[in-house]
């Protein structure tokens, strides 16, 4: 809210709390990667039990399927085009995000679950990946 407020006025942050705003945004990235293989760490396949593995492979097929064709669907319907649609097509196609990772963690959320499907579907985009950017060129 403040910074809709700040942006709104036009105000900019005194410069020492702008470098240091733009310093905690940098290190977003590396610190979410260390928590996410943290989380890693403590997944064990063998420990997951049945309906586990259901709401994972459930996890699974909404992200790398259902998630595609329902973006084919709203891209169609806007009709949108060219390369807008091929980059919005693309970026629909992206493995889960490790914010759902640190969310998960956070609210105690099954965990376990969201970080293996962060991993999986991560591993499973170098080979989806290019054959969707080859088809949408």
Same mark, same amino acid.
């Given at each position: 809210?403040?910074?809709?407020?700040?942006? $709104?006025?036009?105000?900019? #942050?005194?410069? /020492?709390?702008?470098?240091?705003? !733009?310093?905690?945004?940098?290190?977003? !990235?590396? +610190? *979410?990667?260390?928590? =996410?293989?943290?989380?890693?760490?403590?997944?064990?396949? $063998?420990?997951?039990?049945?309906?586990?593995?259901?709401?994972?492979?459930?996890?699974?097929?909404?992200? #790398? @399927? +259902?998630? /595609?064709?329902?973006? =084919?669907? &709203?891209?169609?319907?806007?009709?949108?085009?060219?390369?807008?649609? !091929? *980059?919005?097509?693309? =970026? $629909? &196609?992206?493995?889960?995000? *490790?914010?759902?990772?640190? #969310?998960?963690?956070?609210?105690?959320?099954?965990?376990?679950?969201?970080?293996?499907?962060?991993?999986?579907?991560? =591993?499973?985009?170098?080979?989806?990946? /290019? @054959?969707?950017?080859?088809? *949408?060129?």
């Amino acid at each position: 809210m403040l910074a809709l407020l700040l942006r $709104s006025f036009q105000i900019h #942050l005194p410069e /020492p709390i702008d470098t240091g705003v !733009s310093m905690i945004s940098a290190a977003y !990235s590396p +610190i *979410v990667l260390a928590i =996410l293989g943290m989380q890693m760490m403590n997944v064990k396949t $063998s420990s997951i039990k049945n309906k586990e593995q259901v709401t994972f492979w459930t996890g699974m097929g909404i992200r #790398l @399927i +259902i998630a /595609p064709i329902i973006s =084919l669907l &709203c891209l169609f319907l806007l009709k949108i085009d060219g390369i807008l649609h !091929s *980059v919005l097509f693309v =970026l $629909s &196609c992206m493995p889960v995000a *490790v914010n759902a990772g640190i #969310l998960a963690q956070k609210f105690h959320a099954s965990p376990q679950i969201v970080t293996k499907t962060i991993l999986w579907t991560t =591993l499973l985009s170098f080979i989806f990946l /290019p @054959i969707i950017i080859v088809w *949408v060129h």
